[in-house]
Each structure stands twice: as C-alpha cells, then as structure tokens.
C-alpha cells in the first residue's frame, strides 16, 4: 500500500492503518529503536508507542514523507525510554557513545539531549549539514542520528572504519568551529 493511502486510514481513523503501517514500516522502526536501546523488548515497545504516536497525530498531522514521520516518533520513544534507563543508572549502547562524542561541540550547563532538542540548534546543524560533502553528511547522520556504529556505517556505505573514525571527527570539529561562529558554543 501507498504511503497517502496509509495516512488516509490514519485521517480515517482506520484501524487498518496500524496494520499497513506495521506491514511496511516495522523493521525500519525496530532497526532505529534497536541502534539507540540496544534491547529487544524495549525496541519492541517503542514500536507499540510509534504506531500510537501516529495514530495520535495523524490527524491533525499530515506527513509529506510517511517513512520520516515514523522514525522521528520512534526515535524520540527510543531517546525517551533512554532517557528513562539512564536516570535508573541501567543504561548503555551506541546512543550514549554518540551524545559523548558529540558532547565536545556543545558546551552548556545543560545536557546534550535537552540542547539538541531545541529548534534553533536543531536548524543551525541542518545548515552546517547541507554545506557538508555528501559522504560526510551520510556518515554524520548514520552515526548521530540513527546512532549507527562505526562498523554498521563502513559496511552500509563501503568504506574502511579509519576512514568513517576521521570523518567523524573531522566534521565535530567542523561542527565546533561553526556552532562558535554562530554563537551557541560558549
């Protein structure tokens, strides 16, 4: 089924939507959830809590792009139960090597997660990004935003894991040097 007929069933109120939803769009929810979470029951559920994220806001919602919407719902429960497990001190995985990595750029009394939730940084980095080589630009969202390991990266896109480890670096401190620039590292 079409992505527009699925938001139909959603506009709808369609229980068939879940079920179209879940047909074409589990394994890419479960694959975002499993990379933050890195347990198999909680990305489970976070699959729960998308399919309901989505009936909840479709509508008013009307996504241009089904396969995004989906996975900024699932990524934001997975960051949530994360989130979650760290305050209970049982937290891990890839997520957390991230934000520490990334952590270097952004220096505030506040934590990573709560700035990069705010809408001004949020575009700041869609601006430095859209100025990045394309290949860059992939492994920079590969790593930062589908919390990708750096093995999980050189093997999707074919490049050596030395070569993935500078381009991440390099482009922290290209992120750095430009979030000074703009004034939102202090």
């Known amino acids: 089924m079409e992505d527009q007929e699925i938001i139909q069933l959603y506009f709808d109120r369609d229980e068939k939507?879940?079920?179209e939803t879940q047909n074409k769009y589990a394994n890419y929810c479960f694959s975002i959830a499993h990379r933050i979470l890195n347990d198999f029951m909680d990305a489970e559920?976070?699959?729960?809590?998308?399919y309901q994220g989505a009936w909840n806001s479709m509508p008013p919602h009307h996504p241009e792009n089904l396969a995004i919407y989906l996975g900024k719902i699932?990524?934001?429960c997975a960051l949530n139960v994360l989130r979650s497990k760290n305050a209970q001190k049982r937290g891990g995985g890839e997520a957390l090597v991230s934000f520490d990595e990334i952590s270097e750029c952004i220096a505030d009394d506040k934590s990573v997660k709560e700035e990069l939730d705010l809408k001004y940084l949020s575009e700041a980095i869609d601006e430095f990004l859209s100025d990045l080589r394309q290949d860059d630009r992939k492994?920079?969202?590969?790593?930062?935003?589908y919390f990708?390991?750096?093995?999980?990266?050189?093997?999707r896109l074919g490049f050596t894991k030395s070569k993935v480890k500078m381009s991440l670096k390099r482009t922290r401190d290209k992120l750095k040097t430009y979030l000074e620039k703009e004034g939102y590292v202090i």
């Open 148 to 155: 990708e390991s750096v093995e999980e990266i050189s093997k």
């Open 17 to 19: 939507a879940i079920k």
């Open 45 to 50: 559920e976070c699959l729960n809590d998308t």
């Open 74 to 76: 699932c990524r934001r």
């Open 139 to 145: 492994i920079f969202v590969c790593r930062y935003y």
